[in-house]
């Protein structure tokens, strides 16, 4: 509303009677242009004013937005810190971890002797459960099945048990599957990404980690403050940062590729329907 006021009521005010009345009406008989720049003629000394305006729209713009962050924004976001409740108060999300800090026990020392000894509460790696999610959502199913055909027999009154012996022993299968791969994943260390949750003891360490640089590769321990844990995105943590890195070059080589093509493949197009 203030940017709407502090433009468009000096442009109502000023720049549509200049329009209407010193722009040589070059509109001619299109009377809904008089008040507009299409009014204005060619070379005419009203392109000057324009100008001026357009900066001083931009001073006001910017003006009023650090305006409204520094007196709004940022007291509310310091707030909203300050209330965040333990732990995530005190929790960062560390992505792009080099291959030789990739687990607990590396990662704690690696950020102990930034922060200093006790500083870590607790390190949770991100690691790739798909297979292990897989399987639990076999076991679910197997006892699913197991449930409701219980529930078949019991109006029935006539159990199959060849059938239940069946569906027993493929839940059992299920469920030590489920804890051999569990086992494995805390166990195999290829199955660890490149993503952990740092939680510190003092929030104040988690505030002073967003603002450290951590190796001479930018790219590498990039810290940022965790998102809700329901808002979190778990396949997008396990991603390969090699194949991330592939995929990136790839999309910036097609966008280049669109870009210098664009206008041969336009001219080509048009050059077959002519013939047409």
């Not at 960062?92 to 690696?110: G, H, K, Q, T």
């Amino acid at each position: 509303m203030q940017i709407m006021l502090a433009v468009g009521a000096p442009a109502f005010m000023f720049l549509v009677p200049m329009y209407a009345f010193a722009g040589e009406h070059a509109a001619g008989s299109d009377k809904l242009t008089y008040l507009g720049l299409g009014n204005v003629g060619k070379n005419s000394w009203m392109c000057w004013p324009v100008a001026l305006f357009v900066w001083y729209v931009v001073a006001v713009v910017q003006y009023l937005v650090f305006k409204k962050q520094s007196q709004e924004f940022m007291p509310r976001r310091k707030r909203w810190l300050a209330d965040m409740p333990s732990p995530r108060a005190s929790t960062v999300l560390v992505e792009n971890i080099p291959p030789a800090y990739r687990s607990e026990d590396e990662l704690a020392n690696f950020m102990s002797g930034i922060f200093g000894p006790g500083c870590i509460h607790a390190i949770s790696l991100v690691r790739d459960l798909s297979k292990l999610r897989a399987a639990i959502a076999a076991k679910d199913e197997c006892s699913q099945q197991l449930h409701e055909a219980e529930i078949a027999w019991d109006r029935q009154e006539n159990v199959d048990e060849e059938h239940k012996s069946k569906l027993r022993a493929s839940l059992r299968d299920a469920e030590e599957r489920v804890v051999r791969m569990r086992s494995e994943a805390l166990d195999k260390p290829e199955l660890v990404s490149s993503a952990a949750f740092v939680t510190f003891s003092e929030p104040k360490h988690s505030v002073m980690a967003l603002v450290m640089r951590y190796t001479e590769d930018d790219e590498e321990f990039v810290i940022s403050v965790p998102p809700d844990p329901s808002d979190v995105r778990f396949d997008d943590l396990i991603v390969d940062p090699r194949a991330e890195a592939v995929r990136k070059v790839l999309g910036y080589t097609l966008i280049a590729g669109l870009f210098f093509g664009f206008v041969p493949i336009v001219a080509a197009i048009t050059n077959v329907t002519t013939q047409d």
